[in-house]
């Protein structure tokens, strides 16, 4: 394919999203939500589970399927509260030993100035840096984009993964 080919690809539709790989891959998936600040973003989702029978934490950007579920999902590009709950869920893996799987798909974070009123940069680079910080296994897959500091935040991994056709 051609790189622009690859581009339509990665942004396709119908490809499969975060919450179609956690249905598929991840047993009794317990959602978790909030920042504990402001509130909740669900362009970021997260949770509880077990993949292959281990407990994980699992986390990633989620775009919705349909118009509503878009909107709703803010097309998969996080507001701060949505990376703070981001680093809440690493947080709290970290603290119990969990393992945790990130699942990227984002053109970028949220670009409107409400974003930046509660202060997105800040919000990105403390998730960056507790990635950085984890002890436990930390594994970030590219399912789909992955622009800007927004991919970045939750893909301060142990091991990057990409799957064929991603763009990063």
Known sequence: LTPWQKV?????ANRP????????????FMP?????LFGDDEAIIGGL????????????????HDLESRIRHGFGMAKPEGYRKAKRLMELANHFGLPIISLVDTAGAF??????ERGQAE????????GFKLEVPYIAVV???????GAIAIASANRILMLEHSIY
């Open 8 to 12: 339509c690809v990665a942004r396709h």
């Open 143 to 149: 399912i789909g984009e992955g622009g800007s500091g």
């Open 123 to 130: 919000a990105i680079a403390s998730c960056i840096m507790e």
């Open 17 to 28: 999203h975060t919450i179609d790989y956690i249905n598929a891959l991840v047993d009794n």
């Open 32 to 36: 978790m939500a909030g920042d504990k």
């Open 49 to 64: 589970g077990f993949f292959k029978g281990q407990s994980v934490m699992i986390l990633g950007h989620e775009k919705g």
């Open 111 to 116: 670009p409107g100035i409400e974003g930046e």
